[in-house]
């Protein structure tokens, strides 16, 4: 299966998907403007970056059969007064539907932040999926907790599945939500679950929160790769790019920003396997 990949930051959609049981997945492309991501990206990967997504001419794409991305929630400005494509202008999630509107992929996965669906009493989410009805995909949608699938974090995500209409229609989800066993030792007297709630507009871990409780009373930061074992990635997956070693900053950074990998997987497997 053919997919491009949208605001792709270190690849956690594309390391799901190779982790999946998908035939012969191949990335036509994909689209990321941070520079530090993108180095990181690239060593773990080869493929085309084609770079800002509000530059991007979608009639020079070439076709792929799915559309994956978490794009970023900025206010909707007119959100819920007129409805549908117009509403979404001025934010990124238009140029999301641009390509798809161009392009027409059979299916589309979407994620983002839980406040996705209470952001302006619901008119934002209203918004985006009449969006997506207007350009011709039936959706389903599901709030996903990272904790249920195999790594200590609390980390609640809603992820949408579009399929073109008049194509097969997957079912996805519900996902089964009980907790699953911990399979990563993520740091040496783990004794909680870390909370890597939403804050301040962005999809990061918390900065007051790369903190864990090691015995009774010491208390020390998470490192770098701690938190990549919490995104269900490789040990130093964010360690170094194709210019060389990456600070813990942008180490930090950029793993609260991403998906989490086991989640992706699993709905990857639901999506291509029913």
């Given at each position: 299966?053919?997919?491009?990949?949208?605001?792709?930051?270190?690849?956690?959609?594309?390391?799901?998907?190779?982790?999946?049981?998908?035939?012969?997945?191949?990335?036509?492309?994909?689209?990321?403007?941070?520079?530090?991501?993108?180095?990181?990206?690239?060593?773990?990967?080869?493929?085309?970056?084609?770079?800002?997504?509000?530059?991007?001419?979608?009639?020079?794409?070439?076709d792929f059969e799915l559309l994956i991305g978490g794009f970023p929630c900025q206010s909707f400005s007119i959100a819920g007064k007129r409805g549908g494509f117009n509403d979404t202008?001025?934010?990124?999630?238009?140029?999301?539907?641009?390509?798809?509107?161009?392009?027409?992929?059979?299916?589309?996965?979407?994620?983002?932040?839980?406040?996705?669906?209470?952001?302006?009493?619901?008119?934002?989410?209203?918004?985006?999926?009449?969006?997506?009805?207007?350009?011709?995909?039936?959706?389903?949608?599901?709030?996903?907790?990272?904790?249920?699938?195999?790594?200590?974090?609390?980390?609640?995500?809603?992820?949408?599945?579009?399929?073109?209409?008049?194509?097969?229609?997957?079912?996805?989800?519900?996902?089964?939500?009980?907790?699953?066993?911990?399979t990563r030792n993520v740091g040496e007297d783990l004794s909680y679950t870390i909370d890597a709630n939403?804050?301040?507009?962005?999809?990061?871990?918390?900065?007051?929160?790369?903190?864990?409780?090691?015995?009774?009373?010491?208390?020390?930061?998470?490192?770098?790769?701690?938190?990549?074992?919490?995104?269900?990635?490789?040990?130093?997956?964010?360690?170094?790019?194709?210019?060389?070693?990456?600070?813990?900053?942008?180490?930090?950074?950029?793993?609260?920003?991403?998906?989490?990998?086991?989640?992706?997987?699993?709905?990857?497997?639901?999506?291509?396997?029913?």
């Open positions: 299966m053919k997919y491009l990949s949208l605001f792709s930051g270190i690849g956690g959609f594309e390391l799901g998907i190779q982790q999946a049981n998908m035939c012969q997945p191949k990335c036509v492309g994909y689209s990321e403007i941070d520079k530090y991501a993108i180095q990181v990206y690239n060593k773990q990967f080869n493929h085309k970056n084609y770079g800002d997504i509000t530059k991007i001419n979608a009639s020079t794409l070439p202008r001025g934010t990124l999630f238009f140029d999301v539907a641009r390509v798809l509107k161009e392009k027409q992929p059979r299916l589309c996965l979407l994620e983002n932040v839980k406040g996705l669906l209470s952001h302006e009493q619901g008119a934002t989410f209203r918004t985006i999926i009449s969006t997506l009805d207007e350009l011709g995909y039936d959706c389903q949608w599901q709030v996903l907790n990272s904790k249920n699938f195999g790594v200590p974090q609390n980390r609640e995500r809603v992820f949408i599945v579009g399929h073109l209409r008049g194509t097969s229609r997957p079912e996805v989800f519900p996902i089964g939500g009980a907790d699953r066993e911990d939403y804050s301040k507009g962005t999809n990061t871990l918390e900065k007051g929160r790369r903190q864990l409780i090691k015995g009774d009373t010491a208390i020390r930061r998470l490192t770098p790769k701690e938190c990549e074992r919490l995104q269900g990635f490789p040990d130093d997956w964010t360690k170094e790019g194709m210019d060389g070693l990456i600070s813990d900053t942008q180490r930090y950074k950029m793993c609260g920003n991403s998906v989490t990998v086991p989640v992706i997987k699993e709905i990857i497997n639901k999506l291509i396997n029913y």
